[in-house]
């Protein structure tokens, strides 16, 4: 269960309801990266970092009908990204943290597979920055408020 400590929203509803509505949005999507950004860095903190591989290194695969393929292997720790989301409402601001393509085994490493155990990294990362991320949002969006002059 995630628990959080939020204070202050009738304020910041004021303060926001003081802008015009680009002007909100902006701010809201800039204080949402800053907090994304943060949930970013301690997934990578979490995030395996396996020796064995080389980022960018070709590997053969063998298909069951006898056929090959050439992939690139990526490490899940490079593939972390900050992605924007679209939305319905053009008031709303939605990112995500994800893990590009070429990391595909993170899913097998979080979820676990038929030959290895769970190792809920992204999990464990919400969880531990929860806060941080809380007062990341809250402290850019302040300095974004008070830039607007509000």
Do not use: C, W
Not at 14 to 40: F, P
Not at 65 to 85: A, D, S, W
């Amino acid at each position: 269960m995630i628990t959080a400590n939020m204070r202050g929203l009738a304020a910041l509803q004021d303060r926001l309801e003081s802008l015009s509505k680009q002007e909100a949005t902006k701010a809201g999507q800039i204080a949402n990266r800053a907090g994304a950004a943060t949930l970013r860095k301690e997934a990578i903190n979490e995030a395996p970092n396996s020796p064995k591989t080389t980022e960018g290194e070709m590997r053969t695969r063998h298909n069951k009908g006898g056929t090959t393929r050439q992939e690139t292997h990526g490490k899940i720790v490079n593939n972390i990204k900050v992605k924007k989301l679209k939305s319905a409402d053009p008031t709303q601001v939605k990112n995500a943290v994800t893990i590009g393509s070429s990391a595909y085994h993170s899913s097998f490493v979080e979820f676990g597979s038929i030959h290895n155990a769970a190792d809920p990294f992204m999990i464990r990362a919400l969880t531990n920055s929860q806060q941080s991320i809380i007062d990341t949002i809250g402290k850019v969006l302040n300095k974004q408020l008070i830039k607007r002059g509000v």
